[in-house]
């Protein structure tokens, strides 16, 4: 069984400049997860869907990012305009369902904000 | 609010010795499960382990087991036979209803040849 795929697994852009980040879940799990991982941190859930709709994105900056999972399946997280604190790796992570659920992760993207 | 707290930053074992992580969390909810990732330089968060908070039970996969203390809210990963390739940074994780998952601070394993 395929795992989650992401890309591109690195990115270096300046600030002000947008970048966007691909995901695509195991098959058949209709929840997908974004979390942001700063270097010595957890990861902290930005945005969760259950099949194309947002469940929780409370902790989104939404001045700044945007994700969206068009058919339920693969998802794009974007920035724009980058800052440097958004200097992190995303991660993307997908599970059947809801309720409690093992959540499985991506390799995921490291961003470099210049 | 659910907290999740690893206080050991780093730790060193030795391989074919046995080490153990500590993780200590914080819930409101009586139904929880909770986890122990690993994250090797990769950054691929890779599953571990995985306890249902109803089953007193301690969860075991091969080297690795846990020792689960509800009443103290204690989680830590027990790891037998060391090896190279499990250094990593562990993360002790708790799962609510919701799939609201909240990670601890991370421990940094340092396996010595």
């Known amino acids: 069984e395929a795992g989650v795929a992401q890309s591109p697994r690195y990115k270096i852009i300046e600030k002000r400049q947008s970048v966007a980040f691909w995901c695509n879940p195991i098959s058949g799990h209709a929840t997908l997860y974004w979390y942001q991982q700063i270097l010595g941190q957890g990861p902290k859930l930005l945005i969760q869907?259950?099949?194309?709709?947002?469940?929780?994105d409370s902790q989104l900056p939404k001045d700044r990012f945007s994700a969206e999972r068009l058919k339920g399946v693969d998802s794009t997280l974007k920035i724009q305009p980058a800052k440097l604190e958004d200097s992190a790796v995303y991660l993307c992570a997908s599970s059947l369902g809801q309720g409690y659920e093992t959540q499985y992760f991506g390799p995921g993207t490291r961003l470099l904000v210049l | 609010a659910q907290t999740v707290t690893q206080s050991q930053p780093e730790m060193s074992v030795q391989e074919a010795e046995t080490v153990t992580l500590s993780c200590t969390y914080d819930?409101?909810?009586?139904?929880?499960?909770l986890f122990w990732y690993k994250q090797p330089p990769s950054r691929q968060m890779i599953l571990v382990i995985r306890?249902?908070?109803?089953?007193?039970q301690n969860a075991t996969e091969n080297r690795f087991s846990v020792n689960f203390q509800k009443a103290a809210k204690s989680f830590s990963l027990k790891i037998s036979d060391s090896q190279l390739g499990d250094a990593a940074m562990y993360f002790c994780a708790c799962l609510q209803y919701g799939n609201k998952l909240v990670f601890g601070a991370g421990t940094i394993l340092r396996v010595k040849s």
């Open positions: 306890q249902e908070a109803y089953k007193q």
């Open positions: 819930t409101s909810e009586s139904d929880y499960y």
């Open positions: 869907f259950q099949n194309n709709g947002v469940v929780d």
